[in-house]
């Protein structure tokens, strides 16, 4: 029986698979080899050590790996860790795939579909026929709603770009009327466009992380490719047009420090950046919460993006939205 990672506490013999998701080795101060791991499952990581015989078994595995792992859990440094006996690497046959990757707990096609009904909004013809161009492309489709949108900041489930992608068009929504003369159409593609370069910067058949287009050229370079492909496509696309949509894309991380080429300079952008950054922090942060909480405490662990803690217990008990809201914001009759 699979024994998940979250399922584990102090003190338990554990004896099951896991995926292999780091991999390095060193030496204790008397000089003995040992290997520092990172376990997972879909439900989370756990770090593991093999004190005996790391030179022996280091040659049995690599990162990427399914194994059966055997040892005990215990505690280091207010941390679980798995003091590892056995470790064998396992052939996919013999492990079921739902069980090692995150997924989001939203239906896909549902996203996907009400995804397909915020575009329906935009009312220019060329936006409108480079977003179907998009959606006509079975091969980007299938990984657009594959595809986690962060290695682990954000979103970083399978499906986590499309949840992240229709989460910042229904904020599109939401805040659009509140200000004037801000390009509805404009915004709205560009925040069903920014990530797309995610399908290709991310890899995610095994463990997340990054391809070597990725590391080379990063999901705003991609994306922009991808979206300047489907624009040549269409001869009669408006020059200007072209320019301000690919702002958005090459903006939208907002400064130079976070890997944006330019920082943005048009209404648009800035009402892009700053929705797109509120989304992934506030779903980061939601996420670290969940997982970064000892039991009984009422702070998290520490979170090194933020730099901080986060205290928890006023978020217990809090008000749920409603199930069902429209893109207006109101409840539906």
């Known amino acids: 029986m699979k024994t998940y990672v979250n399922e584990i506490k102090e003190n338990d013999p554990v004896e099951s698979f896991f995926l292999v998701k780091e991999k390095s080795s060193g030496f204790t101060k008397t000089g003995s080899a040992y290997l520092k791991l990172k376990l997972t499952d879909r439900s989370g990581d756990i770090e593991g050590r093999v004190w005996t015989s790391a030179e022996s078994l280091a040659g049995s595995f690599e990162k990427d790996d399914f ?6 859990a215990v505690s280091f440094q207010e941390r679980l860790q798995l003091n590892i006996t056995h470790i064998e690497r396992i052939n996919e046959e013999e492990i079921l795939f739902p069980d090692f990757f995150p997924v989001t707990e939203k239906d896909t096609e549902e996203m996907f579909r009400a995804l397909l009904e915020i575009g329906q909004q935009v009312k220019n013809p060329h936006l409108r026929r480079l977003l179907q161009l998009f959606w006509d492309d079975e091969s980007f489709v299938k990984l657009f709603k594959t595809a986690p949108a962060s290695k682990w900041l954000h979103h970083n489930y399978l499906g986590g770009l499309l949840e992240h992608t229709l989460s910042l068009a229904r904020l599109v929504l939401k805040n659009i009327g509140h200000y004037n003369g801000i390009n509805l159409d404009l915004l709205l593609t560009g925040s069903i466009l920014h990530d797309i370069g995610k399908v290709d910067e991310l890899s995610y058949r095994r463990s997340f992380d990054y391809s070597d287009e990725g590391r080379l050229l990063g999901h705003i370079i991609l994306g922009l490719e991808r979206v300047e492909d489907k624009i040549h496509q269409l001869p009669e696309f408006p020059k200007d047009l072209s320019m301000l949509l690919r702002h958005l894309l090459l903006s939208h991380h907002g ?44 702070w998290s662990g520490y979170h090194r993006i933020f730099e901080q803690n986060f205290y928890v217990e006023p978020l217990l008990g809090q008000w749920e939205p409603p199930d069902k809201i429209e893109e207006n914001g109101s409840e539906e009759e």
């Open 67 to 72: 194994v059966r792992v055997t040892g005990k």
């Open 255 to 298: 400064q130079y420090i976070w890997g944006s080429p330019k920082r943005p300079m048009i209404l648009e952008a800035v009402m892009l950046h700053f929705l797109d950054d509120m989304d992934a922090k506030i779903t980061g942060v939601q996420q670290f919460i969940r997982k970064e909480v000892p039991q009984g405490s009422k």
